[in-house]
DNA sequence: TCAATTGGGAAACGATCGTTTCCTAATATG
DNA sequence: CATATTAGGAAACGATCGTTTCCCAATTGA
């Protein structure tokens, strides 16, 4: 008789069981990651900052790049599981866009708008020559469009919101205001600036 | 009896002529660290990309870090000169936003678009561990900042917009939108999507 | 208890990094 | 013409890159 240690799906496999948390792990590179980029991140950062040997890495991962998808894999669950129970909160539609806006903009300024937003360095840095980050960003910003759109289509319906506005394009624009916020929390991450931002894009909703 | 060829402001020194033009060769490093990022780019990228060896690089600059600041001082310069001939054109405060806009929306999508923006790739990628490269993004972001709050004001003393609306909190907004734009352009350069943004942009006017 | 299997970790790998050196070529100055 | 100065360019530099190898430790299944 023994404990099952292993909570996953799977039973666990044979051989020597590894030592350290793969999610745990994938949080220290993430911020290594979004801090210093993919091509300023050596093997040996994510080592110091993992707190594992190069080989333990490479056991777990094809590659270096193995590392960096995973990372972002995990940044973009825990970041929509943070935004998911931030908008469960939304009283209407018009509730919902401004919970998504300062949802943003509480994350892009101060220390973690100096510190960064991953999707926004994986669209700068990657996008060009990684087909499969780039495609990887590119869902993430459609889910996040389209999350703004059927908030403003709820407040259409729920009055919360102007039925004149076009939700499609406004969706759009939001979208584009949230990762200019990041851009800009790089080298001025002022709060009241950045919630100025959020206030003047609600006037769209009128 | 000999030409100058020299047509800066200081006369020819001593030793042999340098064989090619700096602001030719700044040009393509411009694009090379704009599309692969200042980490992402080595110094032979750089060699092919500006048809120089390594040897008259380090002639004419001091190191990598010197090539990359030139390059980005050349960018905004050029960029500057651009903005300032669309702007002369501007009818009134309203059309001059409409301008302003449009301008970045044309280099925001389609080819431009995926190549990418070089302040924000600065921004993104050397804002948190180079201070220098810092303050010029930030003085870049300002600027372009100050110009919307500028174009707004007088729009309102002309009558082409609302007396109502912020000019610092909009003009911020603006220059979120813009950068935003510029993030979006790596992964959906579509023309369409991107100059709607514009539109509804525009709508913070009335 | 004994293979088989997998992880931990130190050391070493070839490749490439940014930079310098060294020699020659081309100009200004005297 | 002689000298000083600077650029062009090939080769080489030490350092670090991402990755692999090798050996030992820990586990599963027979």
Redesign the pocket.
């Known amino acids: 008789m023994?404990l099952d240690i292993d909570l996953g799906t799977t039973?666990?496999?044979?051989?020597?069981?590894?030592?350290?948390d793969i999610d745990t792990a994938l949080d220290k590179a993430i911020s290594v990651f979004t801090e210093r980029g993919y091509h300023g991140?050596?093997?040996?950062?994510l080592r110091d900052a993992m707190g594992?040997?190069?080989?333990?890495?490479?056991?777990?991962f094809k590659?270096?790049?193995a590392i960096f998808l995973a990372a972002f894999d995990r940044y973009k669950q825990v970041r929509n599981a943070l935004l998911d129970e931030e908008l469960a909160k939304a009283s209407n539609g018009r509730d919902g866009v401004y919970r998504m806006l300062c949802f943003y903009a509480e994350n892009a300024h101060g220390q973690s708008g100096r510190h960064g937003c991953m999707a926004v360095g994986v669209a700068v840095e990657m996008a060009v020559f990684d087909d499969e980050a780039a495609a990887k960003v590119e869902r993430s910003m459609d889910r996040f469009e389209d999350t703004f759109e059927a908030l403003i289509r709820r407040g259409q319906e729920d009055g919360s919101v102007s039925r004149s506005i076009e939700p499609k394009a406004t969706a759009r624009l939001y979208l584009s205001v949230v990762q200019g916020l990041r851009v800009l929390g790089k080298t001025s991450p002022n709060r009241e600036e950045t919630f100025s931002v959020v206030d003047v894009a609600m006037k769209l909703l009128d």
Not at 11 to 20: H, K, L, T, V
Not at 41 to 45: A, C, E, G, K, N
Not at 52 to 60: F, P, Q, R
Request: charged residues 30%.
């Open positions: 023994s039973a666990r496999s044979a051989g020597r069981p590894r030592e350290f991140t050596s093997i040996s950062d594992l040997t190069a080989g333990s890495l490479y056991k777990a590659d270096k790049r």
